[in-house]
């Protein structure tokens, strides 16, 4: 099994940037893709990026799409999601999650066998 701890989280002014890390322990972080989710409070968890084990294919929700990247450094066990031009609306608590066998990029919060307890990000205005 995999644990995955997220870190990072903070308050942030509009148009800041904040960095977030996924650090996973328990087994080796090579073929599990990757995936970023957040939850604003009365809202259901909303998909924002993915990657693959191997960092070949990744996928953004429109929302964040020229903002955020995602990234990760298997020899640290460490996935990233590096987040500019922070508005408002980004506010929520951000979770990470891993899947098996990831050849391709999930999208949906169903599909992923771990996650991490989250980290809240805060944008003011």
């Known amino acids: 099994q995999v644990q995955l701890v997220e870190s990072g989280g903070g308050l942030v002014q509009a148009g800041g940037s904040l960095r977030l890390s996924c650090a996973a322990s328990?087994?080796?972080?090579?073929?599990?893709?990757m995936g970023w989710f957040r939850q604003a409070p009365g809202k259901e968890r909303e998909f924002v990026a993915a990657?693959?084990?191997?960092?070949?294919?990744?996928d953004y929700a429109d929302s964040v799409k020229g903002r955020f990247t995602i990234s990760r450094d298997n020899a640290k066990n460490t996935v990233y999601l590096q987040m500019n031009s922070l508005k408002p609306e980004d506010t929520a608590i951000y979770y990470c999650a891993a899947k098996t066998a990831g050849w391709i990029p999930k999208r949906l919060v169903y599909e992923y066998d771990y996650w991490g307890q989250g980290t809240q990000v805060t944008v003011s205005s």
């Open positions: 990657i693959t084990w191997s960092g070949d294919r990744i």
């Open positions: 328990g087994r080796t972080f090579n073929h599990y893709s």
